[in-house]
Each structure stands twice: as structure tokens, then as C-alpha cells.
């Protein structure tokens, strides 16, 4: 019996002293077997003639089904699940503008700027501030409520116009994006579609569904929503936790859900509740990808209410542990069930604003249009009584943990703006080779990659040794922040040119986007770049990385990327290897038709290797020069 | 103790190995006609060239001085002195025995048809025979094969996959007339056709056709079909090698009869594998057992009762057979043929696996019990049935026409063999 | 010696034991490469889930027998009976004549499949330190013990 480790070692110090806790990082060892057939994607759970495995002594399913049909509808699936966790993201996110827009809701937009720009981007016109925000609302609305024959509007207005010619050659312009999602769901049941080939390109269809709206139109409305970013230095690590407050941690991926909460706590009456029970205040502690969109938006919102950012996905269950949290409030994934048995021994109080992330023992108050405000109190007020009825029952123990410089608030109009107005020196940089290329590491942690953090922190080390540029958005950025790539010192790590860069500009080698959604924001600079340099896509020396992929929304950014034409590097296969078609035409043949490709290799020292070849020959191909 | 074992083969050298093992002073001597130890079964392959001799030998390596066994090769016994205890063999040795085993085996019989004994016309159950055919095989004429059973329709298969031009004679209505029955039989026809080979079957070979200088031209059948023929090999049949034992009062039929213990009727001697006649455990019959596993089982048992020990032919059979034809398997268990005629119930299980290939699984019952089987392209578990066939195992009629095991299964887990 | 020992009450029928063994014994050994030609050309399990006649699970494992009716049905000497107890096939001395197939009362003689035509059978993973099937086993029907045979069953359930 061993604990899983972390890259983060004072993480791994804390659960080795709170072994009285039962973490993921214990039931990692507990479930180390696992089912070969699960991995290969060979076993089909479809119908009751099943289960059915594929072995060489029973080549088919009892439908007839084949190891590829098997793959191909269990990968599809899982995007489609992947797709529709994020378009429920976007199209709550959509819902509140139009609250806001038409005035039932109380909460007030915070960047009417971001709302101008979108407008023009979307070609949506409008009055009044209001009303071009109910019209962004309704535009995005529409689209996502289309039949699946309907194409979806909005699709050429967000992509690069190359990558549109290409996905509709391939046809791949979505229809309405919750119809794909339900037809998909139908292609995958049993003794439908069998069609390797025509389910992966359902699976690129949905990664642009992901992409351009889960994640890229999620991102737009909460900046109107809830501010734009802007690049600052902040406290990341447990040590943001301060025991005097009453802390709430902020477990989900929608930002704007907490608008009122914010709002709310921001008032002096809101911190009233916590001072009369003998409390420094109210506070919010970031968890999970909320948190970091509460880290990257703090210039704009809810910056002296929000403590910091604890760390990511895995980390949850170990804060809850330090015993300083009163309250939790999830609202999305990643809400990890584990959670529960701590919190009830910590008698931190869980609560739930969505019934798509309800635990057995959490509350659930619904988060209503309209209803924002008292929301917030009716939180706040039970945080703080949380607060006085478990302190003092409870011991509280906070590892000092973290890093109190690291650079925040990235994205791709503060990156810009870092610049002086434009993406040039970036792009002279490259052209130049001082940096090789760009490397976009996204996306979860895992604790099966080696260990949580572990192959996404040896991995980054390993490019920026190169001199590739990482930027990182999703649970890996929060690793990364608490492992100290995102600090200034990091620059020490890196090669002589990238090192040069980051002194030059006072910037870390590792550019820290935030949250998943903000997969997005690294996929519009990667536009930004193509446009810029006058190439698509395929063409540039970037590759993406979701090193240690957790569940099916990775898939699905997955695809968005592979959509995109982009190289995909994972450390662990998908469950697709039980297939040669899925598998050669992910690997290989999709190269020929979208530009993207998935290269899989665990070990992180090959994968640098392998994704520095990959930006090397693309420098080739572009003329550039090719450093040794 | 002295030894000696007469044969070079299946159960000759099974027999010796249990003896050393029992005795580890006796002396043991083993002569044999043959030149080197090589596996009868795979003549067809040596005959065809893809496997040498070197590599047909079946017995590990340095057998005879790990067991401490004296071999003589290319040293045929010619005569036993049962008075004197005693052997005497071509090479001119004398060996006294106080325990013999005659383990001649058997020789290919040639059918009393005009002209067919003569030039160019090869038997088919000694190195010798395989290595005259090869040699002969290169002037690209016509072979015929005269016996469509295992041995000819395996050399059949082999040599036609090599390109030579086949013709298979046989007598019963479909090849392979011992072990399948009429509709895998036709099965197997085609098979064979498809293979290439011309097939004849419920035909016979009235007479081979010689030129002047005696070389053969056609072989005639019965039917008036003229085959025309440069090569013949007889596989219609085997004789005992009992003629040792004939002339010194040993009891034989069409082979010598031997008890459970492999004694013959002379106190100091056994014999054991195809040059017997013992009784079968399936059909309750006294009859040869012509198969490799057999010849092995008997050699063991003789071995372990010379040296002193006692072991007994429980589970004695002959009737079973694993073919492969053109890449396809096939095993049958128990008089399939004799079931056709009788009293038990014939069950047909047709089906094409998904892997594509036709499959056929008959069964053959009586009452509750499995009798034979014949399993055709899926032979996996099949010695799970021969298990149920051999042990008179009761089988659930639902169950049987599964393709799967189910009823032949039942309690095999507790199952303990020998 | 070391002793598989199979308590089939354990037993709840994931195959984990036969995909185990297919990847030990695939080229590479590793699961992500032992389908990667297609399942036609994936090596076949050396032991097989099976369904007994009481309609229990049963998984079929060789027994390394006493007297192994393999080995005395083999004509090429590919089967042996080994001084340590294990009942080995040599694939190169092997005809695929399926003898052995015909022979073993309990169904652990198997013919290839994707791989050249000879018999398949249990090696007791001897070139590994532990058998791969006892290893993936998660219920414990798989255990590894001291014995005088090479496989035991514990009969019960
Ligand atoms: C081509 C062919 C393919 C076959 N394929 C199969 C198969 O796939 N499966 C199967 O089960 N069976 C098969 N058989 C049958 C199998 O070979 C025999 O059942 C087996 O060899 C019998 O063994 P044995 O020891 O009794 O006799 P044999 O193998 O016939 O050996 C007899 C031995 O005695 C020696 N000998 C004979 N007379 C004397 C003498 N006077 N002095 C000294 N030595 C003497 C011979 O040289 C030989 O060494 C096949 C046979 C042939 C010919
Ligand atoms: S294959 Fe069958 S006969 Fe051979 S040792 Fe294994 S269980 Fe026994
Ligand atoms: S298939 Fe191979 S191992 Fe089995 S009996 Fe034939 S030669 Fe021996
Ligand atoms: S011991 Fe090894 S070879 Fe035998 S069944 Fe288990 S995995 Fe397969
Ligand atoms: S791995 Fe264990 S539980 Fe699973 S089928 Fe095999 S023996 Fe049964």
C-alpha cells in the first residue's frame, strides 16, 4: 500500500500527516488493478445481450459489433458527454446575460467594453447596453437550440476563415450544438451507427461545439459579466487560507453563478455576517476551475473578497482536511464525492447551487435567474453560521504551501496588451528562434500519469529547458502555479532564449491562462498567431498537451484542438487502443484532413522530444531557421 | 534386469523411459529397423521437404543417454528365442532378455490389385518410403494417391499445396470414412477439391496400367475413369509387424493380443502399440489402436508392469483423430460411423463463428450419454468431449447441442485423471 | 514449489485473467500494443473463462498435470513434462497436429490463433515473476502459494 504522490511535495507532506483521511490520493492504490478490456475500449455495455468483451476467442459483440464499432461509439460517447458538460456551461452562462439583459436579474455587467467587442465580433447590433447584451444572449441561445440540420451561425464568425473552409469541406460545421450532442448520444446506442470513420468526425463536430461555444463564448459573456482579465501578481497555495476568515470554498467551472455571491459579499453587510460572529470576514477560496476564473478576473471582480487559489481538482479533499473550511459550495465539476465523509467529519457544510453536481450530502439551493442577490446572503449567512458552530470543535491545520508571486490574469487581450498592442514580438521571437515554438499544456490532472501533477510538471520542465513557451490553462496551470512555474523565479528552469524572454518581459515561462475554459483563450491566440502571420493553423510551430487528461470534457477540448489542426499530445490513450482504425486515424490519417493528430507517450522526456520535433519541422516547413 | 525392446517408435521408446525410471540398474537395449528417431506422423511433411529428419525427431535431447537406454539403429530383430531368452537381430548381435517388448508397429498393405506392386509405387510408413517419394516428386508427374484416410488425405493436402498434381482414390462414399460421416464428409470432399485435388471417391483401383519397361501410365478404376500416373502411394490400410511373434506361440489376430497390463500370452513378453490388438474403452471391442497417443499409453504401461510396477489400460482407445485439412481442424471421437447405423442419437450443430469460418459440431448419444463427436473447424475443449466420450459421462440433452461445453463439462473441475 | 491456486467461488467471471495472459504473451507485452494489428491477428488467451455445466463460472486453467494426457498425445516432442513439475511446449519442435487439443480431458490444449498454426498453452509465465493471470485476478479467485503441484483447485462453490 503506497499514497499516490504529487509533483506538489508539500502536498504530498500534508496528506502523509492527515493519514487518518481517506483522499484519492489513497484509493488511487486501492483500484491500481484495472480492466484491460476498459482500457482498450473493448467492452460494450450497451444492451442485455451484454456485457460483451472482444477477445480473440470472441471477436464480436452478440450484435456483431467489432473492436472498432466498440471503440468508436465508447470514444463518441464519451465526447458527447465531454461536449454537453460544457454547452450546459455556456448556455447558463447565456441565460444569466439574458437575465441580466432584460432586467430580472439585479446582477450589473462589469465590462460594457468586452460587451462592444463581442457585439462586433458576433455581428449583433443593439441599442443600449442592455440590449446588445440580450442580443449576444439570444444569438448564442439560438445557435445552441438549433435542430441538427440547421447550421450554426456564429461558427464562422469565431473561427479563422481557413479553418472554416476546411471544416466545411469535411463537413464538419456543426448544426445546433445540443442536437449534435443528442445525436450523437442516438448514433451511439446499439444497432445504430457503425461507422468508425463517420463517428469520429461526429466527435470533431462536437469538439467545435466545445470549443468555439463552451468554452470561447462561455469565456466572452462572464468577462461582460464578471470583468476582463488582467495580469497581476497573486497567492496561490493553501497558504491563501486564512483561519480567522469565514472561507467558502468555490468548487466548479461558471463564474457568473457567484456573481451574486460576490456582489453580495463585496458590500459591508456582507462581511457584517462574519464580523458579529467574531470572524475578519467573509472570504471565498478558490478550488477547481472557478476558482481560477476568480483568480484570473480578480482586477475585475471580487478582488478583496477572494483569498487566492487553493490548487486544483485533487487538492480538494486535502483543504477541506486543514479543517478551515466552513462552507463549500459546488456548482459543476470537478466535485470530487470523495469530498463528503471530510466535510462531514470537518462539519464543513456542503452546499449545491445545480442539481447536475448534487452530492448525497450536500444541500441543495438552486441558483435562480433573477434571484442572484439573496442567493449570496442566504450563503454568506449560512457560511457564517457554519463558522460559529464548528469552530472550536474542530482543529485547524494549514500547511504553509504555495507561492505568493504568481503572475496572473493572462489571456489573449492582456497578453496583448502586456506586448504593447499586438502579438508581434511574440511572433519575432519565434520567427527569430530565441523561442522555438509554443506549447500549450492543458487541461486536468490525473493521478494515474505517474502521480498527480507529476508528468504535467515534468513535462512543462522539459519544454521550457528547450526554449518552447508554455501556456497553460485548466487543472494544469494549477499545478503548475503551486509547483512554481508560474512565478518569475521559474525562468531559471528554462533555456537561454526563453530565459532572456521572461526577464525581458518580468514574465514566467509559463503563462498561466486560468481555468479550462480558458483552453479557449490559448486556441484564440493560436487564431490571433495564424492571422497575424498569415498561415493556418496546421502550419504554426505550436502543439497542445492535455499530459494528464482526466474525463470526458478533456475529450472533448480534445477534439476542439484536433479540429483545429493541431498536434494533441496525451500521456495516456484514450480507451481507443482496441481499435487499429480509431487509433491509425487519430494518430495518422487526420493529419491529411484536419492538420491535428494525437501522439501518445507517457514518458515526459520523450514527449518533449516528440513535440519539439513536431514544432521543428513545422519551423522547416515555414523557412524558419531550425536551431540544433 | 535385462531389457529389451524391439522398435524405435511411439511406444518402444514411452516404454523404456518408464522403465529406467523404475530401474535404474537394469540394462535396457532397444533395437530398431529404422535409421534415427523421427515421428511417423510427420512423413508427409518430411516427404514434402518443409521439415528434415533432424527435426522430426520427437524425443528430447540426448534421450538414450539421459535414460541410459543402448540404442541400435538400422538393427531389425529376426528372430526371438523364447526358450533361451534371447533375441537376435541382422547386425548379428545376440541380447538376452528377461523382459521383451515387441513394439514392431505396423507396414503399409499393399491391396492385391494387378500392377500395382512395381516400380514407382511407394508405401507410406517409414523414412525410407518418405524419402523415395521426395526423391521421385521432382519429375513433376501425376501422383496418385490410392486411400483417402488420415495419412492419404494429409499427404494429399501437403503435396498439393506444393503445386503437385493429386489424384485421391477411395473405396467409401467420402474421404476420411473412419472418422466423419456423410455431411462433414462431403464437407471434407470439397475441401479437398477446392484444394486442387482430384478426387474420386466410391471408387476402387481396378489396375495399374505399366509400359513396356514396367513403368506405370494410368491407374484404372473401377468406375472406367483412367487416372494417368507417374507416382503411386498406397494409404489404403496397415498389417501388424506380428511375424516375430507368430512363429514362437505369441497369440495374435490381426495384431498381437495383449491384456490391460500389456502382457502377451508368453510370461516374459509384451508388446504394445499399432503391432496390437487390445480392448477399447469406448466401443468395448478387442481391436488395433493405430494412433500415436495410444502407441505411447500402451509403451508406458508395459514399461512400468516390466520393471515390477502396476498401471493398467483404463482409458485405451484408438478411436480419435485430429486432422487438419487445408487449414481446417478436425477432431472426431468414437465410432462415428458405427453410430450412424445404430441406436444413438445424431445431433447437428451448424454455425459460422464470428470469425468467419463454418463450423460443425455433431454429437452422437445414447440416452443421456456422449458416444462420439465430431467437431469440424472449432476444435478448442475437444478433448473435453473425448473426457465425457471416454468416461461414459452423462450429458444433458439441451445441453448438448450448445456449442459450447456445458454438459460435458459438468464436474470436470472435481475430475482427476488416472 | 510455487502453486497457482484457484478458488472458482471467488470467481466473477471479468476475463481480466484471459486479457492478462493474451498481453504476457503478445509481442511487446504490453496492453496497448496487443490488439493494435486487429483482433484476427491477437494471441489467444492461454486460459479461458468458461461456463461449467452447474452454470457456474469456471475459469480454465492448465493444470501442469501428474500425467498430462498432452504431453503422451504429442507426436513431436514439442510437449513436455519438465523435472520441475511444468508442463511446457516448445512452439518450434510444434506441427500443429492438435493431438493435444484432441487429448487434454480438461480443454487447456488450444490452437493458436493469429499466430502460426501450433497448440497454445499455459507456461506458468515462467519467464516473468509473476503469473500475469494471478496478478490481474482482482478477486482473489487467483492466488499464488507453496504446494507439492503446480495447480490447485480448491473445490468448493
Ligand atoms: C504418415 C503417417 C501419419 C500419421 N499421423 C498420425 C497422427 O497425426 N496422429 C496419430 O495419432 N497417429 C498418426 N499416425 C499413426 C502413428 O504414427 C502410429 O500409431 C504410431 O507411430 C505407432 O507407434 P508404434 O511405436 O506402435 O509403431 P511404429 O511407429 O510403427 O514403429 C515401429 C517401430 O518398430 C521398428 N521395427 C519394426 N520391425 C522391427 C524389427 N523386426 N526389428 C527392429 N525394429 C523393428 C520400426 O523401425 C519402428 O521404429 C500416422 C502414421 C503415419 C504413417
Ligand atoms: S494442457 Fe491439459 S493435459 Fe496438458 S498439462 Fe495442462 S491440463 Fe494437463
Ligand atoms: S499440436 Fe504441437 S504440441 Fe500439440 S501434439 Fe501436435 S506437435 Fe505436439
Ligand atoms: S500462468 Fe501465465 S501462461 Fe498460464 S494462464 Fe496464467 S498468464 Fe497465461
Ligand atoms: S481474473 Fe479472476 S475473477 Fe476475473 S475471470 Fe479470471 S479468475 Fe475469474
Redesign the pocket.
Known sequence: MARCQSADTCLSAFLEKKSSVNTAFDRMDEQKLKCGYGELGVCCRLCSNGPCRVTPDSPKGVCGATADAMVARGLLRAVAAGSACYLHVVESTARRLKAIATGESPVRLRAEGALDELARQLGVSGGSVLEKAGNVADAVLADLYRPRHEAMTLVKRMALPKRAQTWEKLGLLPGGAKSEVFDALVKTSTNLNTDPVDQLLHCLRLGICTGLYGLNLTNLMNDVIMGEPEIRVARTGFSVVDPDYVNIGVIGHSHSVFAGLIQYLETPAGQQLGLVKGAKGIRLIGLTCVGQDMQLRAAGSGGAVFAGQAGNNFTQEALIATGAIDLVITEFNCTLSGMEPIAASMKTKLVCLDDVCKQTSSELIPDRYGHELELGQRLATLAADQYAARRGGVTIDIPVHGYADVVTGVSEKSLVKLLGGSLEPVIALVKNGTIKGIAGILGCSNLAAGGHDMTTVALTRELIKRDILVLSAGCTTGGLCNTGFCSPAAKEWAGPGLRAVCEQLGIPPVLNFGPCLAIGRIEIVVNLLAEAMGLDIPQLPVVISAPQWLEEQALADGCFGLALGLTLHLAQPPQILGSPVVTKVLTQDLEQLTGGKVLVELDPVKAANALEAVIMAKRAALGLEVPA | MNYVI???????TAAAREIRQRDPGGRIRL????PAFYS??Q??LLASGHRQVAQANFLPHAWAERFRIEVFHDD??TGIDTGQQRVRTSAGREAAYDRLLI????RTALPPVAGLAGSRTFG??DLADAEALRAALPGGGRLVIIGAG??GC?LAAELARDGHRVSLVEMAPHPLPLQLEAETGALAASLLSAAGIDLHCQDRVARVERDAAGLPVAVHLASGTALPADLMVVAAGVKA?TE?ATGVGITTNRGILIDRQCRTNLPAIFA????TESEDVIVHQIMPS????A?VRQGQVAGAVMAGDTDSLARNTGLRASVSLCGTSVVAIGPVNQATADHWTKRVYRYRNSRGHRCVKIFFTDGCRLKAAILWGEITNAGVYGEAIINGRDIHDEQIVMPDLDGARRGIAELSIR | MKTKIIDRSRCVGCKNCELACIVAHSPGGQLAGAYAAGIDKAVRARTKLEVDGDGKRFPQFCRHCAHPACVDAC?SGALEKRADGLVICDPDRCVG?Y?CVMSCPYGNARPSMGEAQIMIKCDACTDRACMACVAACPTGCLKVGEGTEAVVYNVVG
Do not use: K
Open positions: 524391439i522398435g524405435g517408435s511411439a511406444a518402444s533395437f530398431t529397423r529404422d511417423r506422423c512423413l508427409h531389425a530383430v513394439a514392431t508397429g505396423a507410406f510408413r488420415l495419412v494429409e509387424n516375430l504394445a502399440g499399432d503391432v493405430a494412433i500415436w497417443p502407441a | 507426436m497436429c493431438m
